[in-house]
Nanobody, 122 residues
C-alpha cells in the first residue's frame, strides 16, 4: 500500500516536497515512480528511481526542477519540486514496480498511491 502526501497550494516559483510511504517490508526491491494527471489530460510520467536510489529519469520539462529520492529504511520515496509553474498543477501519484529498471511506462507499475493534489497559482 502506498500513501502519498505533501500536496497543497503554492504560488508560482515556490516549492513543495511530496512523500510516499509504503507499507510492507520489501520496499527496497521496487522501482518507484511519480506520475501526474492534470484536469482533462492523460496521466504522464514525472520521474522514477531505481531500487538503490542510483538512477533517475526526469522528463526534460522537469529536469533541474524536480528531484526524486528514496529512503529505504523508512520505506518512503520523495519528490522535491522547485520553481513550480502553473502548468505543474495536477494530482501527483506515486507508484511501485518490480520491473528491474526504472521505466516511464505506467503499465509496468503494479501498485499506486491515492494521489495528492498540487495546485500552483500564477
Amino acid at each position: 500500500q502506498l500513501q502519498a502526501s505533501g500536496g497543497g497550494l503554492v504560488q508560482a516559483g515556490g516549492s513543495l516536497r511530496l512523500s510516499c510511504a509504503a507499507s510492507g517490508r520489501t520496499f527496497s526491491s521496487y522501482v518507484m515512480g511519480w506520475f501526474r494527471q492534470a484536469p482533462g489530460k492523460e496521466r504522464e510520467f514525472v520521474v522514477a528511481i531505481g531500487r538503490s536510489g542510483g538512477t533517475t529519469y526526469p522528463v526534460d520539462s522537469m529536469r533541474g526542477r524536480f528531484t526524486i529520492s528514496r529512503d529505504n529504511a523508512k520505506s518512503t520515496v520523495y519528490l522535491q519540486m522547485n520553481t513550480l509553474k502553473p502548468e505543474d498543477t495536477a494530482v501527483y501519484y506515486c507508484a511501485a514496480s518490480d520491473y528491474p529498471i526504472p521505466s516511464t511506462a505506467d503499465r509496468v507499475y503494479q501498485y499506486w498511491g491515492q494521489g495528492t493534489q498540487v495546485t500552483v497559482s500564477s
